[in-house]
């Protein structure tokens, strides 16, 4: 090897030319040429050779590739790690988190609070798409959808599209599932309801239910057999074996042939009993099943098909099948879609769901709720975040100075936001296992949900830390990376700063105006809630006990409970006073017309026994065995075009094949709830049809007088379920969509407001801290403290008043909303809207008060010393 | 994929195949020029060289280095998979042309 030097401007033009790209082993290639050829062609070709290889290199396509991939790579360093940079990012984001340590804990606890209520959506919404997976054949599992002319959806179809479909060859199984079966009455335990499906046998093989007890091949072959599940069978049958025992189904007595293993909640199914399919058939229980293709209620068609098998084969037969079918019919259209399993929950809206369902509408709404919490929480972090770039902008300035380019800053900031919101997601996770439990109660079919935290949802729940991340520090960090260095270094940047300040000021805006909406619709609903509560509905409600008869015989527990020193009067009804009431046809002999009519079977101490006001004619007559009468209400009087209550009495009403005589009229009253006023209404009389014994009870000791209660009753029924419940409880319990209301709206209120405060209160410290200097001259100058905490906040104070202004209109829009949902309204006043505002300025008040209160008592010598 | 190589292109992989593991810039430009008896520049060899990396007909790591080099390492190249499959589609095409060929392409008379 020689010893001569490399031509040294070559190497430094070379060198100078590359800067950060890799090209260690070209120099090493030339350097190796350049030492042979000293020693073959001497020193100085051998300089003019390696000048011509620089120069070609220098000009070639190699460089130029080797320079751009060193450069442009948001994580390049000149370090060989090219995760040193991303660390750095973290390194310098830390430090800057707990730099700022009151912002940082603003923005954590603000992001936790947003973040919560999407961590409950998500957590449904995984847990929904789980459903079912416990199934062996979920992925060949297929339902038929049924669309009507009219476009609605139906999870069920008719019965006899599954019996055409059993001669289709690519088919496995076709399973039939007819939901009517139900009853009340399982022997030997009365009141313990009992429904389930009707199913063709191939139900047990097709879907993963295994059996405790009996055959799974066998058990469903028997004309009458029943198969209950574990749980239910040990509430109806107690420690006796079931197996071979019978219980009465519809009024057919079902041998009880398995019993199954209680399954899984997280199932589109729910059930507590299955029998044979063929059950109504032969007694033509459903009027689906008659071979007809426009009646599909309570019918369900479900196929396996067999391995490997296309379903848009099946899907083409179908809709073959619907065509053909519906051809001839001009009043009614159908289609038949197929829809696989993994596609159930969640799933489209469907009408007649066969058990829980999870449709992506609700999902929308729920999502969009989830968001209206989320976003302002992002707001805050991005509204301070860009508030303070001022502080920030040297940092930046250096940085792009030294060759940090703008997709580095951006990334740098992300990163930033990252470890803010990852932090948010552990409070998040706090307030999630405390609002889940509630949550989930007050959620139909939210029993069915497992919200245990597992790993698929701790990961999800992480990607969506990261994906908030990216959402409230896309505006702070695409801000930052635009700055001008020079501007930055200068702080020179009063232009770019106020541009965000419109934004900044939308944004607090709609942050109220969104707590003014949460807070007005609460105290709307607590206001209605009150009102209907002490609603006089015309009926006494008070000291009324409703014990549920079962099959006893009235006429027993009449003689029993009136033993009973505390019961004053025993009647009987065929359902509960006020809620809800079947309705029937009926019309005026020898009319024409029908009217819709709700009624009662009650007897004749009902109408004493609650109190109810007979306008004209008497009461039911006891020793009538036959229903011979009925007492019609004012409403119906009227319909009905009589002048006066007088002039009904002895008028005769057709209700189906009997004819009944008017004894009586009654005063309207409302027996059913606010939502419309009382229609047209009969009571009429049959021992047969009771229900339930009315007991009124006048007692100062309550707790024993229900446990004689019960004694009498277990006495009469032979040790029988005792159901029984006050009147006016059972009033309130139909107001609890109110407070379920409430409770909802009173929750994300809270949420929206804490983080609506949370922003103002991270506005205002900012203010007030890059004031504070202006605030010590004003003070020096003479400048009171009252006047300057009014200085500081009068911005703001103005932002809430925009805000109230959006926020009305929209409020009195759901108040309009509300008229739909009850007829009897009380209206809102001026007073519910003042005192709605009023909380939320006091709310503001009080929060920027703390911060401005207090930078207006410094003492003005230390602001002015400070700088 | 396209597969299209230059004539170029094709002389570099088939030598760095004839290289073997001793496939390095100045290996691979020796033999190219003692093969060939021409002069290549060391800028039209490494643009190519990097055009074939993006190609993904080649790979490379950095390997040891020597004194002679100043202690700079040395850069090796291989041929992927993608590239055999490049050459060999390439002599195919040529192969074919040649079987084919309508006149006696034989240099002996």
Same mark, same amino acid.
């Given at each position: 090897?020689?010893?001569?030097?490399?031509?040294?401007?070559?190497?430094?033009?070379?060198?100078?030319?590359?800067?950060?790209?890799?090209?260690?082993?070209?120099?090493?290639?030339?350097?190796?040429?350049?030492?042979?050829?000293?020693?073959?062609?001497?020193?100085?070709?051998?300089?003019?050779?390696?000048?011509?290889?620089?120069?070609?290199?220098?000009?070639?396509?190699?460089?130029?590739?080797?320079?751009?991939?060193?450069?442009?790579?948001?994580?390049?360093?000149?370090?060989?790690?090219?995760?040193?940079?991303?660390?750095?990012?973290?390194?310098?984001?830390?430090?800057?988190?707990?730099?700022?340590?009151?912002?940082?804990?603003?923005?954590?606890?603000?992001?936790?609070?947003?973040?919560?209520?999407?961590?409950?959506?998500?957590?449904?919404?995984?847990?929904?798409?789980?459903?079912?997976?416990?199934?062996?054949?979920?992925?060949?599992?297929?339902?038929?959808?049924?669309?009507?002319?009219?476009?609605?959806?139906?999870?069920?179809?008719?019965?006899?599209?599954?019996?055409?479909?059993?001669?289709?060859?690519?088919?496995?199984?076709?399973?039939?599932?007819?939901?009517?079966?139900?009853?009340?009455?399982?022997?030997?335990?009365?009141?313990?309801?009992?429904?389930?499906?009707?199913?063709?046998?191939?139900?047990?093989?097709?879907?993963?239910?295994?059996?405790?007890?009996?055959?799974?091949?066998?058990?469903?072959?028997?004309?009458?057999?029943?198969?209950?599940?574990?749980?239910?069978?040990?509430?109806?049958?107690?420690?006796?074996?079931?197996?071979?025992?019978?219980?009465?189904?519809?009024?057919?007595?079902?041998?009880?042939?398995?019993?199954?293993?209680?399954?899984?909640?997280?199932?589109?199914?729910?059930?507590?009993?299955?029998?044979?399919?063929?059950?109504?058939?032969?007694?033509?229980?459903?009027?689906?099943?008659?071979?007809?293709?426009?009646?599909?209620?309570?019918?369900?068609?479900?196929?396996?098909?067999?391995?490997?098998?296309?379903?848009?084969?099946?899907?083409?037969?179908?809709?073959?099948?619907?065509?053909?079918?519906?051809?001839?019919?001009?009043?009614?259209?159908?289609?038949?879609?197929?829809?696989?399993?993994?596609?159930?929950?969640?799933?489209?809206?469907?009408?007649?769901?066969?058990?829980?369902?999870?449709?992506?509408?609700?999902?929308?709404?729920?999502?969009?709720?989830?968001?209206?919490?989320?976003?302002?929480?992002?707001?805050?972090?991005?509204?301070?975040?860009?508030?303070?770039?001022?502080?920030?902008?040297?940092?930046?300035?250096?940085?792009?100075?030294?060759?940090?380019?703008?997709?580095?800053?951006?990334?740098?900031?992300?990163?930033?936001?990252?470890?803010?919101?990852?932090?948010?997601?552990?409070?998040?996770?706090?307030?999630?296992?405390?609002?889940?439990?509630?949550?989930?109660?007050?959620?139909?079919?939210?029993?069915?949900?497992?919200?245990?935290?597992?790993?698929?949802?701790?990961?999800?729940?992480?990607?969506?830390?990261?994906?908030?991340?990216?959402?409230?520090?896309?505006?702070?960090?695409?801000?930052?990376?635009?700055?001008?260095?020079?501007?930055?270094?200068?702080?020179?940047?009063?232009?770019?700063?106020?541009?965000?300040?419109?934004?900044?000021?939308?944004?607090?805006?709609?942050?109220?105006?969104?707590?003014?909406?949460?807070?007005?619709?609460?105290?709307?609903?607590?206001?209605?809630?009150?009102?209907?509560? *002490? $609603?006089?509905?015309?009926? #006494?409600?008070?000291?009324?006990?409703?014990?549920? @008869?079962?099959? %006893?015989?009235? +006429?027993?527990?009449?003689?029993?409970?009136?033993?009973?020193?505390?019961?004053?009067?025993?009647?009987?009804?065929?359902?509960?006073?006020?809620?809800?009431?079947?309705?029937?046809?009926?019309?005026?002999?020898?009319?024409?017309?029908?009217?819709?009519?709700?009624?009662?079977?009650?007897?004749?101490?009902?109408?004493?026994?609650?109190?109810?006001?007979?306008?004209?004619?008497?009461?039911?007559?006891?020793?009538?065995?036959?229903?011979?009468?009925?007492?019609?209400?004012?409403?119906?009087?009227?319909?009905?075009?009589?002048?006066?209550?007088?002039?009904?009495?002895?008028?005769?009403?057709?209700?189906?094949?009997?004819?009944?005589?008017?004894?009586?009229?009654?005063?309207?009253?409302?027996?059913?709830?606010?939502?419309?006023?009382?229609? *047209? $209404?009969?009571?009429?009389? #049959?021992?047969?049809?009771?229900?339930?014994?009315? @007991?009124?009870? %006048?007692?100062? +000791?309550?707790?024993?007088?229900?446990?004689?209660?019960?004694?009498?009753?277990?006495?009469?029924?032979?040790?029988?379920?005792?159901?029984?419940?006050?009147?006016?409880?059972?009033?309130?319990?139909?107001?609890?969509?109110?407070?379920?209301?409430?409770?909802?709206?009173?929750?994300?209120?809270?949420?929206?407001?804490?983080?609506?405060?949370?922003?103002?209160?991270?506005?205002?410290?900012?203010?007030?801290?890059?004031?504070?200097?202006?605030?010590?001259?004003?003070?020096?100058?003479?400048?009171?403290?009252?006047?300057?905490?009014?200085?500081?906040?009068?911005?703001?104070?103005?932002?809430?008043?925009?805000?109230?202004?959006?926020?009305?209109?929209?409020?009195?829009?759901?108040?309009?909303?509300?008229?739909?949902?009850?007829?009897?309204?009380?209206?809102?006043?001026?007073?519910?809207?003042?005192?709605?505002?009023?909380?939320?300025?006091?709310?503001?008040?009080?929060?920027?008060?703390?911060?401005?209160?207090?930078?207006?008592?410094?003492?003005?010598?230390?602001?002015?010393?400070?700088? | 994929?396209?597969?299209?190589?230059?004539?170029?292109?094709?002389?570099?992989?088939?030598?760095?195949?004839?290289?073997?593991?001793?496939?390095?810039?100045?290996?691979?430009?020796?033999?190219?020029?003692?093969?060939?008896?021409?002069?290549?520049?060391?800028?039209?060899?490494?643009?190519?060289?990097?055009?074939?990396?993006?190609?993904?007909?080649?790979?490379?790591?950095?390997?040891?280095?020597?004194?002679?080099?100043?202690?700079?390492?040395?850069?090796?190249?291989?041929?992927?998979?993608?590239?055999?499959?490049?050459?060999?589609?390439?002599?195919?095409?040529?192969?074919?042309?040649?079987?084919?060929?309508?006149?006696?392409?034989?240099?002996?008379?």
């Amino acid at each position: 090897m020689s010893n001569e030097k490399l031509p040294r401007v070559a190497e430094r033009l070379f060198d100078w030319y590359c800067g950060h790209a890799k090209v260690d082993d070209l120099r090493g290639d030339m350097e190796e040429v350049f030492h042979r050829n000293v020693e073959t062609v001497g020193y100085r070709k051998a300089k003019r050779i390696y000048w011509r290889q620089v120069l070609s290199l220098i000009f070639s396509y190699a460089i130029r590739k080797r320079k751009i991939s060193s450069s442009n790579h948001p994580l390049s360093s000149t370090s060989t790690n090219p995760f040193d940079m991303l660390g750095n990012y973290f390194k310098v984001g830390y430090r800057n988190l707990m730099r700022h340590r009151y912002f940082t804990v603003l923005n954590i606890i603000g992001l936790a609070i947003g973040m919560s209520v999407s961590l409950l959506i998500i957590t449904v919404f995984i847990s929904a798409g789980n459903y079912d997976e416990f199934h062996v054949n979920k992925k060949k599992i297929y339902r038929v959808l049924t669309t009507t002319s009219e476009k609605k959806d139906y999870a069920s179809a008719p019965a006899i599209l599954g019996e055409k479909l059993k001669e289709y060859p690519a088919i496995k199984e076709v399973i039939q599932i007819d939901r009517s079966l139900y009853t009340e009455e399982p022997l030997p335990k009365l009141g313990i309801p009992v429904f389930g499906y009707y199913v063709d046998p191939t139900f047990l093989s097709t879907f993963t239910f295994p059996l405790a007890v009996g055959d799974a091949k066998t058990a469903l072959s028997k004309p009458n057999s029943v198969i209950l599940t574990e749980s239910r069978a040990k509430e109806v049958f107690g420690d006796v074996d079931p197996m071979g025992k019978s219980i009465s189904i519809n009024h057919i007595p079902h041998e009880v042939t398995g019993i199954m293993k209680d399954y899984p909640l997280n199932t589109h199914f729910q059930f507590q009993a299955i029998a044979p399919y063929d059950v109504i058939k032969e007694n033509q229980l459903d009027v689906s099943v008659n071979d007809q293709w426009s009646k599909f209620e309570s019918h369900y068609v479900y196929v396996l098909l067999n391995e490997g098998q296309n379903p848009s084969k099946l899907q083409e037969h179908l809709d073959n099948i619907a065509a053909d079918v519906y051809k001839s019919n001009p009043d009614f259209k159908a289609t038949f879609e197929l829809q696989p399993m993994k596609n159930f929950t969640p799933g489209p809206e469907l009408y007649n769901d066969i058990g829980p369902e999870w449709s992506y509408a609700s999902f929308v709404i729920a999502g969009g709720i989830a968001a209206l919490i989320l976003l302002p929480a992002c707001f805050n972090y991005t509204n301070i975040s860009i508030a303070r770039a001022l502080k920030r902008s040297k940092e930046i300035g250096l940085r792009k100075t030294l060759g940090g380019m703008r997709a580095q800053i951006f990334a740098q900031f992300i990163a930033e936001t990252v470890i803010v919101t990852v932090i948010s997601l552990i409070g998040a996770l706090g307030l999630f296992f405390l609002i889940r439990g509630e949550f989930q109660a007050m959620m139909a079919y939210g029993g069915s949900l497992n919200m245990d935290l597992t790993l698929e949802l701790s990961f999800w729940f992480l990607v969506f830390a990261v994906l908030v991340g990216f959402l409230a520090g896309f505006f702070p960090a695409l801000h930052f990376s635009r700055l001008n260095p020079i501007d930055a270094m200068k702080n020179n940047m009063s232009s770019k700063l106020f541009s965000g300040v419109k934004i900044r000021k939308a944004l607090v805006v709609f942050q109220f105006a969104l707590c003014l909406f949460f807070i007005l619709s609460m105290v709307i609903f607590n206001k209605q809630y009150r009102y209907a509560m *002490s $609603f006089d509905l015309g009926f #006494n409600e008070e000291n009324i006990l409703d014990v549920d @008869l079962y099959q %006893v015989n009235p +006429d027993i527990v009449k003689n029993e409970f009136s033993k009973l020193p505390f019961v004053q009067e025993v009647s009987f009804s065929s359902s509960t006073m006020g809620h809800g009431v079947p309705s029937t046809w009926s019309k005026l002999e020898g009319k024409t017309d029908s009217l819709e009519t709700f009624f009662m079977f009650v007897d004749a101490n009902f109408i004493g026994n609650m109190d109810l006001k007979l306008l004209a004619g008497k009461t039911f007559d006891n020793t009538d065995k036959r229903e011979t009468s009925v007492i019609i209400n004012e409403t119906m009087m009227k319909r009905l075009a009589f002048a006066g209550p007088s002039e009904a009495l002895g008028q005769y009403v057709r209700v189906d094949t009997l004819s009944l005589r008017i004894i009586g009229v009654i005063k309207d009253f409302h027996f059913w709830q606010l939502h419309a006023p009382p229609g *047209s $209404f009969f009571f009429r009389s #049959n021992p047969d049809k009771y229900h339930l014994a009315n @007991l009124k009870v %006048v007692t100062n +000791d309550a707790q024993s007088a229900m446990i004689e209660i019960e004694n009498t009753w277990k006495r009469i029924s032979n040790g029988g379920v005792f159901t029984s419940h006050f009147l006016s409880d059972a009033t309130a319990g139909a107001f609890d969509n109110y407070i379920t209301m409430m409770k909802i709206l009173g929750s994300l209120g809270v949420l929206a407001v804490s983080i609506s405060c949370l922003g103002l209160l991270g506005m205002v410290v900012y203010t007030a801290e890059s004031k504070t200097k202006e605030v010590g001259i004003r003070k020096v100058m003479g400048a009171s403290r009252w006047s300057l905490a009014f200085l500081l906040s009068k911005n703001f104070l103005k932002l809430m008043l925009i805000a109230s202004l959006f926020a009305l209109p929209i409020t009195l829009l759901l108040d309009k909303a509300l008229t739909g949902m009850d007829h009897y309204r009380v209206a809102i006043t001026f007073l519910d809207i003042f005192s709605g505002l009023l909380i939320m300025f006091a709310l503001g008040i009080a929060t920027m008060a703390s911060q401005t209160w207090r930078t207006a008592s410094i003492n003005p010598a230390e602001t002015l010393k400070y700088e | 994929m396209k597969t299209y190589l230059g004539e170029f292109e094709e002389l570099v992989l088939l030598t760095i195949a004839t290289l073997g593991e001793e496939a390095y810039g100045v290996a691979i430009k020796d033999s190219i020029e003692l093969r060939c008896d021409r002069s290549i520049s060391i800028g039209a060899l490494h643009s190519t060289i990097t055009r074939l990396e993006e190609k993904k007909f080649l790979r490379s790591w950095v390997g040891g280095a020597t004194a002679e080099r100043g202690g700079r390492s040395k850069r090796y190249y291989e041929i992927t998979k993608d590239g055999k499959a490049a050459l060999s589609t390439a002599k195919s095409l040529r192969d074919q042309l040649w079987s084919e060929a309508k006149i006696n392409l034989s240099l002996q008379k």
